[in-house]
């Protein structure tokens, strides 16, 4: 992926040259974005067809383009287990990728990811929460919420934690790296704490659903689940483009962002709900899939720039992509069985966040 | 014109500034001088609508508590003391960040408008280099030219807008000092106002139509330069023996920036 991103880099920048205002990346920005729009529905189409059964492309597309009848079994793999799966995968991708370059943007600071500095586990608590108590005496107030309890629960989890960590670590406008990933850190301990003690309280049953879960998969993936978190993570989709003006004037720090025109206690409050909304939502689904919100926006800092108006629509691209590709890789790589998808990004995006670490600490101060 | 009257800052329970009154005329450079925390940023970060005050600040006749900022950043822009920036920007980017939505004058004018704005400051060719990597004193022109955009015209459908530039020349060569001077000046001749805070009294002696002396968050003294660059106030405020038009004694040299009549090379 990244060799690819990298010769896609010299492609464009070799075009760039020819282009009349330097320093002017939207050119750019425009075609990574037409590209990428053209990978989506390629990664769409072979993770759909990849997996333990042999569904193949070719009678996919066949079935798609010439209408030419499937075998029954592969219709029902493809139609009911593959397409709600591949779907999510898409929209879990797209709003990982979207809340991380949200939350760099708020947090001015490209480490800034919703799994690193633990709104993911706050949310993780929120589910986890619904999961084992969703029976017992909270289940007067659960039953009406129907699927969305578990998305509306994570959500609240990844509210209280995004406005804590932003509390802590923001004063008068300047974010200090250092406290956020500490303060991240403590608010993960204690999250996790609480987890911990339902997970000490689940009967078997439960941990059986919560170990899969907190390993970040879409195994689970159904219509139902889908049309859950579907609304959550739209909303979120669609105030990104107007929160990436916000975001740009931001990244000047608070009192310039002011001068400009936006109200910035205003910003921050619908900033922090959209990430949080996303960040719940995909929680509520898939566990703890790490490392997409960090690895997709910084891919394309260095390819397009950090103009948010490109950034977060690109990065909700991206993100979809590099999760249905680890999607299908953790479907194939062990065939038949498979991996949880969150193993696989860790693996990936861990050393990338690493060297993402070394790149950046001369120009951080921590 | 922005006209403060009773104007009181406080920054928690401590007051930073107290019961300033002046006026900063459309068409003129109007000068803030003061020893280094007698309240010079705070009071402009009052005029700009930054933080909150007690008192009244009325801009064009509107007071600022009560405008939106959105309808304040069509009338005003202000280059700050200092400027971080979290992300690699290059210096277009970051100068284009100045131009606002819905400004007259259409698309195709405010995309060669960084250009020109660049250009204006000095740093004709430097729109593809990334901000970060440029000097003290070239990223201090970069924001100047953002900070430019935001009111490319100084006058706008009869309306005077004001540039607020706290210490716009203070990381400056010599050269570009009289530049940045002569912008905020030809800003002024133009219809706009412009408010700015100096530490150099040469500058001011050679660039304001209107000093305003702080000290102590206090309006030491105000009016024509003539009226405020004298001993007695001088050496009052800033606690030094300065003398106005006296040449020092002995075989040391000084240079005035006012022998250069010019910017230009
Ligand atoms: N945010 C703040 N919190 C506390 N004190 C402040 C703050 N901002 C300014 N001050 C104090 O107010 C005084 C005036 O500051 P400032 O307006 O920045 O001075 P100047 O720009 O004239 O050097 C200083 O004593 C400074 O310490
Ligand atoms: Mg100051």
């Known amino acids: 992926m990244v060799s690819c991103m990298e010769r896609g880099g010299r492609i464009f920048s070799s075009f760039h040259r020819q282009a009349r205002t330097e320093g002017d990346r939207s ?68 709003s990982l990728a979207l809340s991380g370059a949200v939350m760099q943007g708020l947090f001015r600071n490209p480490l800034a990811d919703p799994g690193v500095v633990g709104v993911s586990s706050g949310a993780a608590l929120g589910a986890v929460t619904i999961i084992v108590l969703g029976d017992t005496f909270l289940a007067p107030f659960i039953e009406p ?3 969305y309890a578990l998305p509306l629960a994570a959500f609240a989890g990844a509210l209280a934690t995004t406005a804590t960590l932003y509390r802590l670590a923001t004063r008068k406008g300047r974010t200090s790296v250092a406290t956020m990933l500490l303060a991240g850190i403590a608010i993960a301990a204690m999250a996790g704490a609480f987890t911990g003690l339902l997970i000490f309280i689940a009967d078997d049953q439960q941990l059986r659903e919560l170990t899969f879960w ?153 | 014109m922005i006209e403060a009257s009773g104007l009181s800052v406080a920054i928690g329970v401590k007051p930073i500034v107290s ?30 609508g930054e933080i909150p005050y007690a008192g009244s600040i009325r801009m064009n006749g509107n007071e600022i508590a009560g405008t939106k900022l959105g309808q304040l950043s069509a009338m005003r822009a202000v280059l700050p003391q200092a400027t971080s920036l979290a992300f690699p920007f290059t210096v277009r980017e970051i100068v284009r960040l100045g131009i606002l939505d819905g400004r007259p004058g259409g698309a195709a004018q405010s995309e060669r408008l960084p250009e020109l704005a660049l250009e204006r400051v000095d740093l004709a060719g430097y729109a593809g280099r990334f901000y970060q990597e440029l000097s003290g004193g070239e990223q201090q022109r970069v924001q100047l030219a953002r900070v430019l955009c935001q009111v490319w015209q100084p006058v706008e459908e009869g309306v005077p807008r004001y540039l607020l530039l706290d210490e716009p020349v203070s990381s400056l060569d010599i050269r570009h000092q009289l530049v940045i001077m002569e912008i905020a000046q030809d800003f002024a001749r133009n219809g706009g106002g412009v408010v700015a805070i100096l530490h150099d009294l040469n500058l001011t002696a050679m660039f304001a139509d209107h000093v305003i002396v702080m000290s102590g968050g206090r309006l030491a003294a105000s009016g024509a330069r003539a009226e405020v660059l004298k001993d007695d106030i001088l050496a009052r405020v800033f606690q030094c023996a300065l003398k106005v038009n006296a040449l020092p004694g002995g075989m040391v040299p000084f240079v005035l920036p006012q022998t250069a009549c010019s910017g230009a090379p």
């Not at chain 1, 066949?62 to 593959?82: M, N, V």
């Not at chain 1, 062990?334 to 990936?348: C, D, F, K, Q, S």
């Not at chain 2, 803030?32 to 700009?48: C, D």
Request: glycine share 12%; proline share 4%; aromatic share 4%.
């Open chain 1, 145 to 147: 919420l129907g699927s």
């Open chain 1, 214 to 366: 907190g390993l970040g998969s879409l195994a689970g993936a159904t219509w139902v689940k889908l049309g859950a978190i579907g609304p959550t993570v739209a909303a979120a989709l669609c105030a990104a483009p107007f929160l990436a003006k916000g975001l740009n004037a931001l990244a000047l720090g608070e009192a310039v962002a002011g001068h400009l025109g936006v109200s910035v206690q205003r910003f921050k409050h619908v900033a922090i709900i959209a990430v949080a909304a996303a960040t719940g939502a995909v929680v509520a689904v898939s566990g703890g899939i790490g490392f997409v919100g960090i690895v997709a926006p910084h891919l394309l800092r260095l390819l397009i720039g950090p103009d948010h108006r490109y950034l977060l629509p690109a990065s909700a691209l991206l993100g979809a992509v590099l999760l249905l590709l680890a999607d299908t890789a953790a479907r194939t790589v062990v065939a038949p069985a498979e991996l949880p998808i969150g193993i696989v990004t860790a693996a990936v995006g861990a050393p990338f966040f690493l060297w993402m670490l070394l790149r950046i600490r001369g120009i951080v101060d921590l």
């Open chain 1, 27 to 94: 050119i750019r920005a425009r075609l990574v974005i037409a590209v990428l729009l053209l990978m989506l529905p390629v990664a769409f189409l072979f993770s759909l067809s990849a997996g333990a059964s042999d569904a193949s492309l070719v009678a996919l597309l066949r079935s798609i383009f010439a209408g030419e009848a499937l075998a029954a079994t592969d219709t029902i793999i493809i139609y009911d287990i593959r397409l709600p799966r591949v779907a999510m995968g898409a929209l879990v991708g797209a």
């Open chain 2, 19 to 48: 019961e300033v009154s002046l006026k900063a005329r459309a068409g003129e450079v109007t000068v803030i001088i003061g020893p280094n925390g007698s309240g010079k940023t705070t009071l402009m970060r009052a005029l700009s």
